[in-house]
Protein backbone atom coordinates (compact mmCIF):
# COMPACT_ATOMS: atom_id res chain seq x y z
CA UNK A 1 0.00 0.00 0.00
CA UNK A 2 1.17 3.30 -0.74
CA UNK A 3 0.65 6.04 1.98
CA UNK A 4 1.26 9.74 1.71
CA UNK A 5 1.95 11.79 4.69
CA UNK A 6 -0.30 15.11 4.92
CA UNK A 7 2.37 17.26 7.75
CA UNK A 8 5.29 15.25 6.87
CA UNK A 9 7.76 18.13 9.46
CA UNK A 10 5.63 17.64 11.95
CA UNK A 11 6.04 15.23 14.88
CA UNK A 12 3.55 13.01 14.29
CA UNK A 13 4.10 13.12 10.11
CA UNK A 14 8.01 11.99 11.23
CA UNK A 15 6.09 9.48 12.72
CA UNK A 16 4.17 8.31 10.42
CA UNK A 17 6.98 8.18 8.08
CA UNK A 18 9.11 5.91 10.01
CA UNK A 19 6.28 3.61 10.62
CA UNK A 20 5.57 3.51 6.89
CA UNK A 21 8.92 2.59 6.01
CA UNK A 22 9.13 0.12 9.18
CA UNK A 23 5.82 -1.71 7.97
CA UNK A 24 6.63 -4.53 5.21
CA UNK A 25 3.31 -4.22 4.01
CA UNK A 26 3.74 -0.48 3.43
CA UNK A 27 5.69 2.01 1.00
CA UNK A 28 6.08 5.92 1.60
CA UNK A 29 4.25 7.69 -1.50
CA UNK A 30 5.00 11.35 -0.75
CA UNK A 31 4.52 14.17 1.99
CA UNK A 32 3.28 17.52 2.08
CA UNK A 33 4.18 20.40 3.77
CA UNK A 34 2.65 24.30 3.67
CA UNK A 35 3.95 26.60 0.89
CA UNK A 36 6.96 28.39 3.23
CA UNK A 37 7.92 25.11 4.96
CA UNK A 38 11.62 24.88 5.60
CA UNK A 39 10.86 20.97 5.03
CA UNK A 40 9.65 21.58 1.09
CA UNK A 41 12.14 19.64 -1.02
CA UNK A 42 14.00 17.40 1.76
CA UNK A 43 13.81 13.92 1.28
CA UNK A 44 11.29 12.78 3.46
CA UNK A 45 13.51 9.67 5.44
CA UNK A 46 16.23 11.43 6.83
CA UNK A 47 14.01 14.28 7.81
CA UNK A 48 12.23 11.50 9.71
CA UNK A 49 15.32 10.16 11.03
CA UNK A 50 15.52 6.95 8.30
CA UNK A 51 17.46 5.91 4.74
CA UNK A 52 17.37 8.34 2.14
CA UNK A 53 14.19 7.16 -0.06
CA UNK A 54 14.78 9.57 -3.28
CA UNK A 55 10.70 10.63 -2.48
CA UNK A 56 11.06 14.96 -1.53
CA UNK A 57 8.50 16.91 0.46
CA UNK A 58 6.48 18.88 -2.06
CA UNK A 59 3.13 21.33 -1.55
CA UNK A 60 1.50 19.38 -4.26
CA UNK A 61 -1.53 17.80 -2.15
CA UNK A 62 -3.13 16.66 -5.17
CA UNK A 63 -0.36 14.50 -7.01
CA UNK A 64 0.16 13.60 -3.31
CA UNK A 65 -3.42 11.65 -3.27
CA UNK A 66 -3.09 11.09 -6.77
CA UNK A 67 0.20 9.01 -6.29
CA UNK A 68 -1.21 7.06 -3.25
CA UNK A 69 -3.38 4.02 -1.71
CA UNK A 70 -4.00 5.69 1.40
CA UNK A 71 -3.76 9.40 2.95
CA UNK A 72 -2.38 9.69 6.25
CA UNK A 73 -3.56 13.11 8.32
CA UNK A 74 -2.81 14.37 11.65
CA UNK A 75 -2.98 17.88 11.04
CA UNK A 76 -5.24 21.20 11.44
CA UNK A 77 -8.97 20.83 10.75
CA UNK A 78 -8.88 23.59 8.08
CA UNK A 79 -6.78 20.80 6.18
CA UNK A 80 -7.58 18.33 7.18
CA UNK A 81 -11.59 19.38 5.69
CA UNK A 82 -10.04 20.36 2.40
CA UNK A 83 -7.84 16.84 1.82
CA UNK A 84 -11.10 14.91 2.94
CA UNK A 85 -12.95 16.64 0.00
CA UNK A 86 -9.66 15.95 -2.60
CA UNK A 87 -9.55 12.55 -1.18
CA UNK A 88 -13.44 12.47 -1.74
CA UNK A 89 -12.86 13.15 -5.59
CA UNK A 90 -10.21 10.72 -6.08
CA UNK A 91 -11.98 7.82 -4.49
CA UNK A 92 -8.91 7.24 -2.26
CA UNK A 93 -8.42 6.54 1.95
CA UNK A 94 -7.84 8.54 4.50
CA UNK A 95 -6.78 8.13 7.78
CA UNK A 96 -7.71 11.15 10.09
CA UNK A 97 -5.86 11.38 13.18
CA UNK A 98 -6.85 15.46 13.16
CA UNK A 99 -8.48 16.55 16.43
CA UNK A 100 -10.47 20.08 17.47
CA UNK A 101 -12.86 19.60 14.80
CA UNK A 102 -16.15 21.97 14.78
CA UNK A 103 -19.32 21.09 14.05
CA UNK A 104 -19.39 21.88 10.36
CA UNK A 105 -15.98 20.54 10.13
CA UNK A 106 -17.63 17.09 11.41
CA UNK A 107 -20.35 17.66 8.59
CA UNK A 108 -17.88 18.63 6.26
CA UNK A 109 -16.01 14.91 7.01
CA UNK A 110 -19.30 13.53 6.54
CA UNK A 111 -20.30 14.92 3.81
CA UNK A 112 -16.87 13.44 1.80
CA UNK A 113 -16.86 9.78 3.01
CA UNK A 114 -20.97 9.88 1.27
CA UNK A 115 -19.48 11.10 -1.64
CA UNK A 116 -16.41 8.18 -2.62
CA UNK A 117 -13.88 8.77 0.70
CA UNK A 118 -13.07 5.73 3.20
CA UNK A 119 -11.97 7.80 6.02
CA UNK A 120 -11.28 6.25 9.12
CA UNK A 121 -11.77 8.72 11.94
CA UNK A 122 -10.41 8.95 15.49
CA UNK A 123 -9.27 11.35 18.26
CA UNK A 124 -7.30 8.53 18.92
CA UNK A 125 -5.98 5.75 17.10
CA UNK A 126 -4.02 3.54 19.75
CA UNK A 127 -5.30 0.21 20.36
CA UNK A 128 -5.49 1.16 24.41
CA UNK A 129 -7.01 4.36 24.21
CA UNK A 130 -9.97 2.37 22.28
CA UNK A 131 -9.90 -0.11 24.89
CA UNK A 132 -10.38 2.75 27.43
CA UNK A 133 -12.90 3.75 25.68
CA UNK A 134 -15.16 0.76 25.38
CA UNK A 135 -14.28 0.20 28.94
CA UNK A 136 -15.70 3.45 29.70
CA UNK A 137 -18.91 3.18 28.05
CA UNK A 138 -19.43 -0.27 30.11
CA UNK A 139 -18.62 1.49 33.25
CA UNK A 140 -20.49 3.99 32.72
CA UNK A 141 -23.79 2.04 31.94
CA UNK A 142 -22.70 -0.08 35.27
CA UNK A 143 -22.60 3.12 37.44
CA UNK A 144 -25.21 5.11 38.26
CA UNK A 145 -25.03 9.09 39.10
CA UNK A 146 -24.25 8.24 42.52
CA UNK A 147 -20.75 7.88 40.93
CA UNK A 148 -19.29 11.08 39.88
CA UNK A 149 -17.42 11.03 36.30
CA UNK A 150 -14.30 12.94 35.38
CA UNK A 151 -11.94 13.00 33.13
CA UNK A 152 -8.51 14.32 33.39
CA UNK A 153 -5.96 14.62 30.32
CA UNK A 154 -2.43 16.00 30.19
CA UNK A 155 0.05 16.83 26.98
CA UNK A 156 2.87 18.31 25.55
CA UNK A 157 3.06 22.13 26.01
CA UNK A 158 2.53 22.37 21.89
CA UNK A 159 -1.12 21.18 21.62
CA UNK A 160 -3.21 23.68 20.60
CA UNK A 161 -6.80 22.05 21.18
CA UNK A 162 -8.35 21.71 24.52
CA UNK A 163 -9.83 19.12 25.83
CA UNK A 164 -8.16 17.02 23.42
CA UNK A 165 -9.63 14.53 20.50
CA UNK A 166 -9.13 11.57 23.57
CA UNK A 167 -10.96 13.15 26.12
CA UNK A 168 -14.10 14.17 24.08
CA UNK A 169 -14.05 10.61 22.96
CA UNK A 170 -13.64 9.31 26.24
CA UNK A 171 -16.65 11.51 27.00
CA UNK A 172 -18.75 10.52 24.67
CA UNK A 173 -18.41 7.02 25.56
CA UNK A 174 -19.38 7.75 29.07
CA UNK A 175 -22.75 9.90 28.34
CA UNK A 176 -23.67 6.46 25.78
CA UNK A 177 -22.81 4.48 28.71
CA UNK A 178 -25.27 6.37 30.92
CA UNK A 179 -27.79 6.95 27.28
CA UNK A 180 -27.40 11.11 28.16
CA UNK A 181 -26.34 13.95 25.61
CA UNK A 182 -22.50 14.92 26.29
CA UNK A 183 -23.20 18.31 25.34
CA UNK A 184 -25.89 18.40 27.85
CA UNK A 185 -23.84 17.34 30.90
CA UNK A 186 -20.26 18.37 30.11
CA UNK A 187 -18.49 20.83 32.74
CA UNK A 188 -15.03 21.93 30.71
CA UNK A 189 -14.10 24.73 32.82
CA UNK A 190 -14.76 25.80 36.56
CA UNK A 191 -13.91 28.39 37.87
CA UNK A 192 -14.80 30.87 41.14
CA UNK A 193 -17.55 29.93 43.22
CA UNK A 194 -19.31 27.32 41.11
CA UNK A 195 -21.33 26.08 43.80
CA UNK A 196 -21.77 22.08 44.27
CA UNK A 197 -21.14 19.49 41.69
CA UNK A 198 -24.26 18.78 39.79
CA UNK A 199 -25.43 14.93 39.63
CA UNK A 200 -24.78 13.08 36.48
CA UNK A 201 -22.76 15.87 34.76
CA UNK A 202 -19.54 14.66 33.28
CA UNK A 203 -16.09 17.03 33.88
CA UNK A 204 -13.24 17.13 32.05
CA UNK A 205 -10.05 19.16 33.68
CA UNK A 206 -7.19 19.69 31.07
CA UNK A 207 -3.44 19.77 32.10
CA UNK A 208 -0.31 20.90 29.43
CA UNK A 209 3.38 20.94 29.94
CA UNK A 210 6.81 19.43 28.82
CA UNK A 211 7.27 16.78 26.45
CA UNK A 212 4.17 14.52 27.50
CA UNK A 213 2.75 12.56 24.84
CA UNK A 214 -0.67 11.90 26.36
CA UNK A 215 -2.03 10.75 29.24
CA UNK A 216 -5.89 9.96 30.36
CA UNK A 217 -7.63 8.44 32.93
CA UNK A 218 -11.68 8.79 33.48
CA UNK A 219 -12.46 8.83 37.25
CA UNK A 220 -15.71 7.52 38.66
CA UNK A 221 -15.97 9.06 41.94
CA UNK A 222 -18.67 7.91 44.50
CA UNK A 223 -18.97 7.65 48.37
CA UNK A 224 -16.11 5.67 50.53
CA UNK A 225 -14.83 4.50 46.49
CA UNK A 226 -13.15 5.61 43.32
CA UNK A 227 -12.66 3.90 40.39
CA UNK A 228 -10.21 5.10 37.67
CA UNK A 229 -9.12 4.13 34.26
CA UNK A 230 -5.83 5.38 32.87
CA UNK A 231 -3.69 5.12 29.64
CA UNK A 232 -0.79 6.55 28.98
CA UNK A 233 1.56 6.77 26.20
CA UNK A 234 5.37 7.42 25.79
CA UNK A 235 5.80 6.96 22.40
CA UNK A 236 4.04 8.86 19.18
CA UNK A 237 5.01 5.50 17.08
CA UNK A 238 1.84 3.83 18.99
CA UNK A 239 -0.26 6.37 16.95
CA UNK A 240 1.08 6.14 14.14
CA UNK A 241 1.03 2.10 13.70
CA UNK A 242 -2.70 2.08 14.64
CA UNK A 243 -2.87 4.58 11.52
CA UNK A 244 -0.70 1.91 9.10
CA UNK A 245 -3.32 -0.52 10.96
CA UNK A 246 -6.64 1.75 9.91
CA UNK A 247 -5.38 2.31 6.50
CA UNK A 248 -4.88 -1.58 5.54
CA UNK A 249 -7.88 -2.66 7.35
CA UNK A 250 -9.86 0.30 5.33
CA UNK A 251 -8.25 -1.83 1.78
CA UNK A 252 -11.70 -2.45 -0.06
CA UNK A 253 -14.17 -0.92 2.03
CA UNK A 254 -17.15 0.86 1.09
CA UNK A 255 -16.97 4.90 0.86
CA UNK A 256 -18.04 5.95 4.28
CA UNK A 257 -17.22 7.24 7.68
CA UNK A 258 -16.13 4.41 9.97
CA UNK A 259 -13.67 5.09 13.32
CA UNK A 260 -11.12 2.99 15.14
CA UNK A 261 -13.72 1.37 17.10
CA UNK A 262 -14.70 -0.46 13.37
CA UNK A 263 -10.98 -1.19 12.71
CA UNK A 264 -10.04 -3.07 16.19
CA UNK A 265 -14.08 -4.34 16.26
CA UNK A 266 -14.85 -3.26 19.23
CA UNK A 267 -18.45 -2.19 18.94
Request: aromatic residues 4%.
Amino acid sequence: MKVGIIGAGGRMGRALTLAVLDHPQTEISGGIEPTGSPFIGQDIGPLAGAHPTNVLVSTDVERLITDSDAIADFTRPEVSVDVARLVAVAGKIHVLGTTGFSQDDDLAIADAAESGAVIVKAGNMSLGVNLLVALTKRVAAALDEDFDIEIVEMHHRHKVDAPSGTALMLGDAAAAGRAVNLQDTAVRVRDGHTGERRRGDIGFATLRGGSVVGEHSVIFAGAGERVELTHVATDRALFANGALKAALWAQGKPPGLYSMMDVLGLD
